[in-house]
């Protein structure tokens, strides 16, 4: 007994049309981990009225003097971390963020969330999600942040601003 060929073509193609959909969804849901080319970034980190434990109620800037990281305080209203010209291994907000804090001496958390496969920030030293309504967001040379940190691409020159205020979703 043979098998007509229009069913065996009709079965490869549902057979190709399933592996394809499998391959798009697999891209979408879960990312590849792929680090990119290192990058040279300024980051802002503004708490918006709240304290943090370290270098809070001032505008620090941080930089690269001689081989050591320099902080100058300057008063405001308001606690403000700037720090110019630092290399984020991976090419990302996620790693631009986790230099910054190695290099200054602050800490930050994060949430793994499996389902969208990337990372939110929850806390930069000791500032949590939540507080006074408020949340960790970034924005990339002033464009609010589309995907995780973990997953946000930058490059030479990108000024990286991680904010403390309300939801942009409400």
């Not at 090419?91 to 958390?109: R, Y």
């Not at 969330?113 to 040379?141: M, P």
Request: aromatic share 14%.
């Amino acid at each position: 007994m043979s098998i007509p060929k229009k069913v065996i073509l009709a079965w490869l193609v549902v057979l190709i049309a399933a592996l394809g959909t499998y391959a798009a969804l697999r891209y979408y849901v879960q990312p590849p981990r792929t680090a990119f080319g290192p990058a040279v970034a300024t980051l802002v980190v503004d708490f918006d009225g709240m304290l943090p434990t370290k270098y809070a109620g001032n505008c620090s800037l941080w930089e690269l003097i001689g081989g050591n990281w320099t902080r100058t305080v300057q008063p405001c209203n308001r606690t403000v971390w700037h720090i110019e010209n630092l290399t984020a291994p991976q090419g990302t907000v996620w790693s631009l963020l986790s230099a910054a804090a190695a290099a200054c001496n602050f800490t930050f958390d994060a949430a793994y969330y499996q389902n969208f496969g990337e990372h939110l920030i929850t806390s930069v030293q000791d500032v949590r999600n939540g507080a006074a309504d408020k949340y960790w967001q970034y924005w990339c040379d002033g464009v609010y942040g589309d995907v995780g940190a973990d997953q946000k691409r930058i490059g030479n020159g990108d000024v990286i601003e991680w904010r403390f205020e309300k939801s942009q979703f409400g």
